[in-house]
């Protein structure tokens, strides 16, 4: 039975003030015996704690910067917590940077294998998918070739195609993916709703509110880093809604 279950979760990232330390400040400060590039603290997420069980549609709203990306490559197992817990049990669909990690030397046809092994196929699974796939993906004859010679858009359609072609517990969206031309996203868009619905539990990060309030039970609102509201999704969307309004009139330029 698939399971997500966050407790008192934070994660912190450290990076350094300075990108480059000139040759004088790195003998001024040395003198002094200073830090010469001191590091810096980031809070990405502070105290989340949910539960999300089979049948949830969780949505994730907030303000750019809010952490919402961050909660979901820690529910994928890319950033552990610092913090806390994070207990994930299911097979996992992760639906963004999809085209990180192709071999640019390597062929199309040869990163739909490797692409898919990631994602958990085997030699036997894979087999009766590999020609969808490619199907799919509307590639052709490109697909002999390395995938350093596609355009970004191209490259997209193929990790699309093979992202797409699993049979998740759990599905982590983060937000609408823009795929190829008109018609390969009607396409896109058909296939996410199938791949929606065959999900057992579903996290969706996006700013799209008519989205969330349409496709998910529950809503998860931060702010810095920060769970400010949780429940129901129009409850959530509604609270959210009237606090960005306010903020706009508040601080125009802040708004977000």
């Given at each position: 039975?698939?399971?997500?279950?966050?407790?008192?979760?934070s994660i912190?990232f450290?990076t350094?003030k300075?990108?480059?330390v000139?040759?004088?400040?790195y003998?001024?400060?040395?003198?002094?015996?200073?830090?010469?590039?001191?590091?810096?603290?980031v809070?990405?997420?502070?105290h989340?704690?949910?539960?999300?069980?089979?049948?949830?549609?969780?949505g994730?709203?907030?303000?750019n910067?809010a952490?919402?990306?961050?909660?979901?490559?820690?529910?994928?197992?890319?950033y552990?917590?610092?913090?806390?817990?994070c207990?994930?049990?299911?097979?996992i669909?992760?639906?963004?940077d999809?085209t990180?990690?192709?071999?640019?030397?390597?062929?199309?046809?040869?990163n739909?294998?490797?692409?898919?092994y990631?994602?958990?196929?085997?030699?036997?699974?894979?087999?009766d998918?590999?020609?969808?796939?490619?199907?799919?993906?509307?590639?052709?004859?490109?697909?002999?070739?390395?995938?350093?010679n596609y355009s970004a858009?191209?490259?997209m359609?193929?990790?699309?195609?093979?992202?797409?072609?699993?049979?998740?517990?759990?599905?982590?969206i983060?937000?609408?993916l823009?795929?190829?031309d008109l018609?390969?996203?009607?396409?896109?868009r058909?296939?996410?709703?199938?791949?929606?619905?065959?999900?057992r539990?579903?996290?969706?990060?996006?700013?799209?509110?008519?989205?969330?309030?349409?496709t998910c039970?529950?809503?998860i609102?931060?702010r810095?880093?920060?769970?400010?509201?949780?429940g129901?999704?129009?409850?959530?969307?509604?609270?959210?809604?009237?606090?960005?309004?306010?903020?706009?009139?508040?601080?125009?330029?802040?708004?977000?």
């Open positions: 039975m698939p399971l997500i279950q966050v407790d008192d979760a912190e450290i350094y300075y990108q480059k000139s040759f004088k400040e003998i001024v400060r040395g003198l002094f015996r200073k830090s010469i590039n001191p590091p810096v603290r809070r990405a997420l502070s989340i704690s949910f539960t999300a069980r089979e049948g949830d549609r969780i994730v709203i907030g303000h910067g952490g919402k990306s961050t909660l979901l490559k820690m529910l994928a197992g890319i552990p917590p610092t913090q806390g817990c207990k994930v049990q299911g097979r669909c992760s639906l963004f999809i990180l990690g192709f071999e640019p030397d390597a062929s199309g046809w040869e739909i294998v490797y692409r898919s990631l994602q958990g196929e085997t030699p036997a699974t894979l087999r998918k590999i020609e969808s796939i490619a199907a799919f993906s509307e590639l052709g004859e490109f697909l002999s070739l390395p995938v350093r858009g191209m490259r359609r193929l990790a699309f195609s093979i992202a797409t072609a699993t049979d998740p517990e759990i599905l982590l983060d937000e609408v823009a795929v190829g018609a390969f996203q009607q396409k896109a058909t296939r996410m709703r199938e791949l929606m619905s065959a999900s539990l579903m996290v969706l990060v996006s700013h799209d509110l008519n989205t969330i309030r349409e039970n529950r809503v609102w931060l810095r880093g920060e769970i400010v509201m949780t129901p999704s129009d409850s959530v969307v509604e609270a959210y809604t009237q606090a960005m309004s306010e903020r706009a009139h508040t601080h125009p330029a802040r708004a977000a």
